[in-house]
């Protein structure tokens, strides 16, 4: 259970007539420290934590608060979109986040996105369910899906024809570091408004649906006519014992504008997934080349550096890079 830590119902009357009609639910999440960029929809301040949360049900469209008691009044951001709240290093002591469940009135209910039905009990499975359920799916717009091997709803980017985003990476604001442990890779990290990494585990729960087991890794740097992408056949991953390890049968696309990354001649195949405290290729690349990744056991590691410092790929062979998304679709 990793988001779930409390559970907290709030009931709050707001008619002076008496009549409770309006009626949320919060769940409390991680609050984590890291460096990052948010899009806010609202900042203010109150003098405790209902008070803000009283904010987040006033405005049907707010899905998350973050209280934080590092000054007084104390801050109170309320967000549109999002599941865990981000903060800068030591502040998460202070901050508290909640995320809404549900959102009712005396005209109907608000549930977060993918969640539908009697008090949002239910969750869509997919991003083309979440799409024929009329939900906004459109381009990075965030949807809970919960994949029918999956124990709980995660939230993904939705792209048309139900592809997820898996990863992305912005070359503008604040770097997301992503030399981080296999643990982290494995649950995920980031901040799904902007860069992140959505979790080995998520995403050998969405391939092993068996429908969705391409992979797009697309290099942007400004146009998306000028994109270069590599895609691949019939992804998997093995579980934790094989070290999520990845297989494809095939590269999909042009080499001479999308290097073949994976099969090429340093490649991914069967390689377990590597990171600086967990390195299977004997030559400590996940450590030298700053990023987690199915590195090949070969002192090149591998022909392009994903999850490596932005440096490392901003002017390497793909020309000068600002969006990276690494993708899986049907
Ligand atoms: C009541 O909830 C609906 C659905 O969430 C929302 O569209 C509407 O703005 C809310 N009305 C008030 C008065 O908050
Ligand atoms: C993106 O790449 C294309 C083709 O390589 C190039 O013509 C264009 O100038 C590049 N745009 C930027 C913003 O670098
Ligand atoms: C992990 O995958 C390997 C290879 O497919 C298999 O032999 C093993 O039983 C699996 N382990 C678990 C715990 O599922
Ligand atoms: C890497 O992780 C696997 C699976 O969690 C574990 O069995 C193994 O001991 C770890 N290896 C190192 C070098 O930490
Ligand atoms: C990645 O982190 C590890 C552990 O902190 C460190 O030893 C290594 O030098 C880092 N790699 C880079 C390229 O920063």
């Not at 991680?30 to 405790?48: A, Y």
């Not at 979109?81 to 005209?107: A, D, F, H, Q, R």
């Not at 912005?170 to 890779?185: C, Q």
């Amino acid at each position: 259970m990793e988001h779930i830590l409390l559970f907290l119902v709030v009931l709050l009357c707001f008619s002076w007539q008496c009549q409770c009609l309006r009626q949320a639910e919060f769940l409390k999440t991680k609050v984590i420290s890291d460096t990052f960029e948010s899009t806010k929809m609202g900042e203010l301040q109150t003098t405790n934590y209902k008070m803000c949360l009283f904010q987040c049900v006033e405005r049907s469209e707010c899905r998350r608060a973050l209280y934080c008691q590092n000054i007084n009044p104390s801050n109170c951001f309320l967000y549109d979109e999002g599941e865990n709240c981000l903060t800068s290093s030591g502040n998460e002591i202070n901050c508290k986040c909640y995320n809404k469940v549900y959102n009712c009135n005396e005209t109907g209910c608000s549930c977060p996105k993918g969640y539908y039905g009697d008090k949002c009990k239910s969750v869509v499975k997919d991003c083309i369910e979440a799409s024929d359920k009329g939900f906004d799916t459109g381009k990075y717009k965030l949807v809970f899906i919960q994949p029918t091997t999956s124990i709980l709803p995660f939230e993904v980017q939705c792209r048309s024809g139900g592809a997820r985003i898996l990863s992305r990476q912005i070359y503008s604001g604040l770097p997301v570091n992503f030399n981080r442990t296999l643990n982290e890779y494995e649950e995920g990290f980031g901040n799904r408004e902007t860069e992140y990494w959505i979790g080995l585990k998520k995403i050998r729960e969405i391939l092993r649906i068996g429908e969705y087991d391409k992979l797009k890794i697309g290099f942007f740097n400004g146009s998306y006519s000028n994109s270069k992408q590599a895609h691949y056949k019939h992804v998997s991953f093995g579980n934790k014992t094989t070290g999520y390890a990845f297989s494809s049968s095939a590269y999909i696309g042009d080499r001479s504008t999308a290097p073949d990354i994976m099969l090429g001649s340093v490649n991914a195949l069967d390689q377990p997934f590597s990171t600086f405290d967990n390195d299977s290729t004997g030559h400590a690349c996940a450590a030298n080349f700053g990023g987690g990744w199915w590195f090949d056991n070969d002192p090149y590691c591998s022909l392009a550096n994903i999850n490596g410092p932005r440096f490392a790929l901003s002017y390497g062979p793909y020309g000068k890079i600002i969006d990276l998304q690494i993708e899986i679709y049907k």
